[in-house]
Nanobody, 124 residues
């Protein structure tokens, strides 16, 4: 099984910056995309940013221009640089990995893994 370990969350004032990291470890055949979601109290989990192995990226409108996603494929690690943070960004941030795993039969299957979440709190 794959483990995703997130770090970098914390408390920051509005206008400040944080950098989140997510390192994947364990057995997986290949990684297609890694990304970040967030979930605020009483709200559904929201896709923020994704990056493919080929470094193609996409962003939610709410964070475009402020957040930047990047990855180190050799380390199976994805980052989220968050600038110009707003109180509305307060949420639990989750790392997500989408890839493939191979069974003993030799057949590969889609795989989807989540991190445990890291709290980001932005004060006004």
């Amino acid at each position: 099984q794959v483990q995703l370990v997130e770090s970098g969350g914390g408390l920051v004032q509005a206008g400040g910056s944080l950098r989140l990291s997510c390192a994947a470890s364990g057995s997986i055949e290949s990684i297609n995309t890694m990304g970040w979601y967030r979930q605020a109290p009483g709200k559904q989990r929201e896709l923020l940013a994704q990056i493919s192995t080929g470094d193609n990226t996409n962003y939610a409108d709410s964070v475009k221009g402020r957040f930047t996603v990047s990855r180190d494929n050799a380390k199976n690690t994805v980052y989220l640089q968050m600038n110009s943070l707003k109180p509305e960004d307060t949420a639990v941030y989750y790392c997500n990995l989408q890839g493939r795993r191979r069974a003993v039969s030799g057949i590969s299957y889609k795989a989807n893994y989540w991190g445990q979440g890291t709290q980001v709190t932005v004060s006004s």
